[in-house]
């Protein structure tokens, strides 16, 4: 018995070892990044556009749709999907309506309820196969828990990270935390962000030094102009529940909903990725520590985690995802 029990010791030393040397070079996660990035397409979805990259093929066996949140755009995910790619799996990775490379839509204030509507026609219009595994972050947690809540039997696994799951105290307490989120939800929030383009300056001081040049410039392509075309980026903080408006805030109402179906359901494997400090890690944590068929990975990088993992630590949070999708898919690796 000892000897089978220091054999087992050997061969998962031995495999990991081996894990470190399959895994993804620096330099081919940029050659692959960027070849995600060229597979951009559009897709007319009610009265608008929605651009998406689609590494394919279409018939790939396994699907994965990564949504990102506020403010950035599809492009949040060039250095994590190579991670998933090399196996094949088809990373589908949209721009919300009105960021990113998608269109603008005249008179419209971006509200989440709109967002949902679009999302959810998008996912309706891209013919996807009948099961998908859903990576979200951010507000792209509220919208793909939303999906997956109302399209239950498509759900293969679900893993998020930094995202809104419900209404908590937690949040209130953060919220008061971060002044320039009051400010934001003032009648003063037009000029800070419309004008001012206050959103994105907060963006870059929670990611200092780590965005290139021609980062920056693709996450402004969709908000150089000031005015309206920012918008997207004030209503999202100003669509946040606070708990004196849970009766009449839609967000509450949809959060709370599929929060209570997602805490029961053992219906698909659920992945909670978690990185400290964070900002919505702490109330995330605890809100799902109790769900039904979850599991926890917790991510380090070289820098206090904030929230937006996919730049803070692309390399530490792609080979989280890899394992977790690699384990849940069952997909035979070289080992």
């Given at each position: 018995?000892?000897?089978?029990i220091y054999?087992c010791?050997?061969v998962?030393i031995?495999?990991?070892?081996?894990?470190?040397?399959?895994?993804?070079?620096?330099?081919?996660?940029?050659?692959?990044?960027?070849?995600?990035?060229?597979?951009?397409?559009?897709?007319?979805?009610?009265?608008?556009?929605?651009?998406?990259?689609?590494?394919?093929p279409?018939d790939?066996?396994?699907?994965?749709?990564?949504?990102?949140?506020?403010?950035?755009?599809?492009?949040?995910?060039r250095?994590?999907?190579?991670?998933?790619?090399?196996?094949?799996?088809r990373?589908?990775?949209?721009?919300l309506?009105?960021?990113?490379?998608?269109?603008k839509?005249?008179?419209s204030?971006?509200?989440?309820?709109?967002?949902?509507?679009y999302?959810?026609?998008?996912?309706?219009l891209?013919?996807?196969?009948?099961?998908?595994?859903?990576?979200?972050h951010?507000?792209?947690?509220?919208l793909g828990?939303?999906w997956?809540?109302?399209?239950?039997r498509?759900?293969?696994?679900l893993?998020?990270?930094?995202a809104l799951?419900t209404?908590s105290?937690?949040?209130?307490?953060?919220?008061?935390?971060?002044p320039?989120?009051?400010?934001f939800?003032s009648?003063?929030?037009?000029?800070?962000?419309?004008?001012?383009?206050a959103f994105?300056?907060?963006?870059?001081?929670?990611?200092?030094?780590?965005?290139?040049?021609?980062?920056?410039?693709?996450?402004?392509?969709p908000?150089?102009?000031?005015?309206?075309?920012?918008?997207p980026?004030l209503?999202?903080?100003?669509?946040?529940?606070?708990k004196?408006?849970?009766?009449?805030?839609f967000?509450?109402?949809?959060?709370k909903?599929y929060s209570?179906?997602l805490?029961k359901t053992?219906?698909?494997?659920?992945h909670a990725i978690?990185?400290?400090p964070?900002?919505?890690?702490?109330?995330?944590?605890?809100?799902?520590?109790?769900?039904a068929?979850?599991?926890?990975t917790n991510?380090?990088?070289?820098?206090?985690?904030?929230?937006?993992?996919?730049?803070?630590?692309?390399?530490?949070?792609?080979?989280?995802?890899e394992?977790?999708?690699?384990r849940?898919?069952?997909?035979?690796?070289?080992?």
């Open positions: 018995m000892t000897r089978i054999f010791i050997y998962a031995v495999v990991n070892l081996l894990n470190d040397c399959l895994a993804l070079t620096d330099d081919e996660v940029t050659i692959m990044a960027s070849n995600f990035l060229a597979t951009r397409k559009n897709i007319h979805v009610l009265n608008g556009n929605m651009s998406y990259l689609d590494s394919g279409v790939a066996k396994y699907v994965v749709v990564l949504l990102h949140g506020n403010p950035t755009a599809a492009y949040l995910w250095n994590i999907a190579p991670y998933l790619i090399q196996h094949g799996i990373c589908v990775a949209p721009d309506i009105g960021m990113g490379h998608s269109s839509i005249p008179n204030w971006y509200y989440v309820s709109d967002h949902v509507r999302i959810n026609e998008w996912f309706t891209m013919k996807f196969p009948r099961k998908i595994n859903l990576v979200v951010d507000w792209g947690g509220p828990f939303n997956a809540m109302n399209n239950k498509r759900v293969q696994s893993t998020f990270f930094e799951v209404y105290e937690n949040l209130d307490a953060m919220y008061d935390s971060m320039i989120f009051k400010e939800r009648p003063a929030g037009e000029k800070l962000v419309l004008e001012e383009n994105f300056d907060l963006f870059y001081e929670l990611l200092p030094g780590v965005l290139s040049d021609k980062d920056k410039a693709e996450y402004l392509v908000f150089l102009e000031p005015g309206e075309s920012r918008r980026m209503t999202f903080p100003r669509d946040l529940p606070r004196s408006e849970q009766r009449s805030c967000v509450n109402k949809m959060t909903k209570s179906w805490a053992k219906r698909f494997p659920k978690l990185a400290y964070g900002i919505l890690t702490p109330a995330m944590a605890d809100t799902v520590k109790d769900w068929n979850i599991e926890f991510v380090t990088g070289d820098r206090p985690m904030l929230h937006y993992f996919q730049e803070e630590a692309p390399r530490p949070l792609g080979m989280a995802i394992k977790i999708l690699v849940v898919l069952k997909i035979n690796t070289p080992l």
